[in-house]
């Protein structure tokens, strides 16, 4: 069992930063790519980013890229999300999700979910 806890949303002006933390906890965190989701209001859950094991490659959404930033701290078993230049479309609850798969961008590959932060970006 991985146990992930996702801190550091809250509410922002467009145009603004927020930084994501989810930590990990269980299971070695270096055995799992990690990803960010994330699910507006009455939407489907949807892909934000992903990272692999060690960090040494990452994918994102079109509607992030350029924007937010995926890391991980290994030593410290938490993943991070920086978000610049938020836009109000970034309003959602954010999740973090480890996966067993060497990469995997669909909600079935992830094998454990973080109960969520909510971000909103007010206009």
């Known amino acids: 069992q991985v146990q992930l806890v996702e801190s550091g949303g809250g509410l922002v002006q467009a145009g603004g930063s927020l930084r994501l933390s989810c930590a990990a906890s269980?299971?070695?965190?270096?055995?799992?790519?990690m990803g960010w989701f994330r699910q507006a209001p009455g939407k489907e859950r949807e892909f934000v980013t992903i990272?692999?094991?060690?960090?040494?490659?990452?994918t994102y959404a079109d509607s992030v890229k350029g924007r937010f930033t995926i890391s991980r701290d290994n030593a410290k078993n938490t993943l991070y999300l920086q978000m610049n230049g938020l836009k109000p479309e970034d309003t959602a609850v954010y999740y973090c999700?480890?996966?067993?798969?060497?990469?995997?961008?669909?909600?079935?590959?992830?094998?454990?979910w973080g109960q969520g932060t909510q971000v909103t970006v007010s206009s």
């Open positions: 269980g299971r070695t965190f270096n055995n799992y790519a």
């Open positions: 999700g480890a996966t067993s798969r060497f990469r995997g961008e669909a909600i079935s590959d992830f094998d454990y």
């Open positions: 990272i692999s094991a060690f960090g040494g490659w990452t």
